[in-house]
């Protein structure tokens, strides 16, 4: 109908304009309505056979990323034609930043090739088995406090990560802003910053990206581990990642899959395994599928710590015949290390588990330091 070939020729001229107007903000020229390239061909040798390049420091130091407008005149044009450029945009500051522009920012450091390393970042994991064929993955992101500048009452912290299994596919994403509370003290400001998360995995071998920023000034950080979710099934004794604490914390009052959130407390992991001498060392793990006799499974397991290969410490043992969780037919054990209980120094802590039924046993060990 005519009303569509109108519609059309209107489109067709929207798009013309808006390259015209393109072409002649930054110095060029568009060609429209031709098949002959000759024409645009000659212009370009014409206009790149002789110019000359104008310099100037601006005096506005305004990082708004606004256009400015130039002006350039000649003063005896004797008859010649000026083309110039009539402006350019300023840089932008993230202050100046959209919204939108900054999402797009945060999303491009997920996927860029090198790391941004403004804002350090460390990230440690585990794994707990919920079923079968699927596993509890928390992830622990830690930023020093003293790297994130306070300024006023609304310091935040944009976090975003990517999950990827062998193939690249994405398999999990982290996004959330931290809002850090206000404080006057230096000690507190400078304390580690721990944001916690977790996904559901089947066994397999993973990648997990993170990108940290801070809203103050834009900067970021990036972090990128390998995670292995192994495939329990073949082990002789079926058990979860050991986890190294020195915090509870009250869990938020929603249900979660987080096996470290237990009757409204939170064990908290100390990803660096540095602990001070006057603090409580928790140890936590959990142990799958034992074997059982008539229904009742029969475990014993303690903690031995060494340093330089030698027995300075071990807990007593325990001995459990109860399954804890029946839905994940888990057995839980948290052992607490009194503080002062060991000396400043390094030492490897070995977690002994015997499955008396099955007459096997397992023998994880983790390092720690105490300071």
């Known amino acids: 109908s005519g009303q569509a070939v109108t519609q059309q020729f209107s489109q067709v001229a929207a798009q013309q304009e808006t390259l015209q107007s ?52 000649l003063r005896n044009g004797n008859g010649m034609k000026l083309e110039a450029r009539e402006g350019y945009y300023a840089d932008r500051d993230f202050a100046h930043t959209a919204r939108t522009d900054r999402e797009v920012i945060l999303q491009e450091q997920l996927s860029a090739a090198l790391p941004a390393t403004d804002v350090p970042v460390f990230m440690a994991s585990g794994w707990f088995r919920l079923a079968a064929d699927r596993y509890y993955v928390p992830l622990s992101v830690a ?4 790297s994130v500048p306070r300024v006023g009452d609304k310091t935040t912290l944009d976090v975003a990560g990517a999950i990827r299994d062998e193939r690249g596919a994405p398999v999990g994403r982290i996004r ?13 400001a400078a304390a580690q910053i721990l944001y916690q998360t977790g996904v559901t995995l089947p066994p397999g071998r993973f990648t997990a990206r993170v990108v940290v920023r801070e809203n103050t000034n834009g900067e970021m950080g990036s972090f990128e581990a390998v995670l292995i979710v192994p495939e329990l099934k073949k082990a ?59 229904g009742v499974p029969q475990i014993g397991t303690n903690l031995v710590f060494y340093r330089n290969g030698i027995k300075v410490f071990e807990t007593p043992l325990v001995e459990r015949s109860v399954i804890d969780v029946a839905e994940r037919k888990a057995a839980l054990f948290q052992f607490e290390v009194p503080p002062g209980s060991l000396a400043p120094g390094p030492y490897t802590c070995q977690i002994n588990i015997v499955d008396r039924v099955e007459g096997r046993f397992v023998f994880p060990r983790v390092d720690l330091f105490v300071r």
Request: net charge negative.
């Open 22 to 73: 393109l072409a002649a903000d930054t110095g060029g020229r568009a060609f429209t309505d031709t098949n002959d390239f000759g024409e645009a061909f000659e212009r370009v040798v014409n206009d790149i056979s002789a110019y000359y390049i104008l310099g100037f420091s601006s005096t506005n130091q305004s990082k708004d990323g606004r256009f400015r407008k130039i002006s350039v005149r």
């Open 143 to 146: 930023v020093p406090g003293a």
């Open 176 to 188: 959330d802003t931290l809002t850090l509370p206000p404080t006057a003290d230096a000690n507190a």
């Open 236 to 294: 002789d004794v079926k058990v979860s990642s050991v986890v190294l604490s020195t915090q509870l914390q009250t869990a938020p009052a929603r249900r979660t899959a987080n096996p470290l959130v237990r009757d409204g407390l939170e064990l908290v992991p100390n990803l660096t395994h540095i602990v001070s001498r006057d603090q409580k060392l928790y140890v936590y793990y959990e142990v799958y599928e034992p074997g059982a006799a008539d």
